[in-house]
């Protein structure tokens, strides 16, 4: 018996290791003899740094960069010694969990600290970055990411701009001279699951502004002053790839990853699962088991489990879910290779009970999964 155990990680709960350790141990229970095969994995959010080096045997670095609002945070990034890779989740510098909710401010939030992640991942030699941009704080376009590799942005009286995506309205110059020249042998590769423009009213302003505190008259002013910037950009590069889908990831960071850095968008948990060896471990396995802590139709949008499913479909596995809940319309998802998904909760109890009972209910479903496939098979 040859298992996969492909989980993403329980927000608020466990990480995705932990989620894949608490199956095994529930599989194991009733197949003591059985292969299994953790893969932990993401989808290009939160957790991605953790379940690639968990799989792949990398190293955790740490930097102090500027956070969204400035002030200084300790930002952990991923290293992959053997293949010069550099993982950075872009909210470890630049993310909406690290401004209080009353401080949240998308007309000056920026992403110079992201920019200083990656020029921290060149200097440790990389020849491959792979960005993942999901919970971003910021809606100024990547400017200030491009500004800590090297790019200036100036006024009309040729002053450099300040942080933030309302300054943009007022640049009147962009100046390469000092870019980073190593950009240019770097390969860049975007994790993101969200496909919107930068402008307009599906743009990055308009659909994630009001999450990071803009106002309806703040989400007009930025969509305009993103529009400002891309349009110079597009004088200097060359190019404009604002309506190219994903250029309003991250409040625009995709924008500037497209057209200063040449960056190539997939989805999150396919750059993952390439990296974790997912399709490899699925070849002859008798089942598969992923999970999330809420499963339902937005899961079609690229999350886990639904690209764990895709690639256990090219190999005719059958795919269970376990998650923390099952939402509004998660049976859409057995159109797409899902066989069977099962929540957590044995009966009655609050979200903070089950969280912190995680392991113990991952466990159960996971033997309670094992014990019906068992008589399933003998009756076969």
Not at 69 to 95: K, R
Not at 110 to 117: A, I, P, Q, R, S
Not at 317 to 345: M, R
């Amino acid at each position: 018996m040859k298992i996969v155990i492909a989980p993403d990680s329980f927000k608020d709960s466990l990480s995705a290791q932990a989620v894949a350790d608490a199956i095994a141990l529930g599989l194991a229970d009733v197949w003591p003899d059985a292969q299994l095969i953790k893969c932990p994995m993401a989808d290009g959010g939160e957790g991605t740094i953790e379940s690639v080096l968990a799989a792949c045997s990398g190293q955790l670095r740490r930097a102090s960069v500027r956070g969204p609002l400035g002030a200084a945070v300790d930002a952990a990034w991923g290293w992959l010694p053997d293949s010069h890779t550099a993982i950075i989740e872009m909210a470890e510098a630049s993310g909406l969990q690290l401004v209080p909710t009353g401080q949240r401010d998308a007309c000056v939030s920026t992403t110079f600290g992201t920019g200083e992640l990656i020029r921290q991942a060149m200097d440790a030699g990389a020849q491959r970055v792979i960005l993942a941009i999901g919970g971003s704080a910021t809606n100024d376009g990547g400017a200030g990411a491009m500004q800590a590799l090297g790019v200036k942005l100036r006024d009309a009286q040729d002053q450099e701009l300040p942080p933030g995506g309302l300054a943009l309205a007022q640049l009147a110059r962009i100046d390469l001279s000092e870019l980073d020249p190593r950009l240019a042998q770097v390969r860049f590769d975007i994790a993101a699951d969200v496909d919107n423009p930068l402008c307009g009213r599906h743009g990055a302003s308009a659909i994630f502004g009001p999450q990071k505190g803009a106002t309806p008259q703040q989400v007009e002013q930025l969509d305009s002053a993103l529009g400002h910037f891309a349009q110079h950009c597009a004088g200097v590069l060359g190019k404009d790839v604002r309506d190219e889908p994903g250029s309003g990831a991250a409040g625009g960071l995709g924008f500037a990853a497209k057209a200063f850095l040449g960056a190539q968008f997939k989805a999150g948990v396919e750059v993952v699962a390439d990296l974790v060896g997912l399709a490899e471990a699925v070849i002859e396995a008798d089942l598969v088991i992923t999970g999330e802590g809420r499963f339902d139709a937005q899961t079609l949008r690229g999350k886990t489990p639904f690209g764990v499913a895709r690639i256990a479909r090219h190999q005719r596995v059958p795919v269970i879910v376990l998650a923390g809940t099952l939402g509004e319309n998660y049976q859409a998802l057995y159109k797409h290779g899902i066989d069977a998904a099962f929540a957590l909760a044995s009966g009655p109890m609050t979200l903070e009970q089950a969280c912190a009972e995680a392991p113990r209910l991952l466990r159960e479903r996971a033997t309670d999964i094992a014990r019906v496939w068992r008589l399933a098979t003998r009756n076969t």
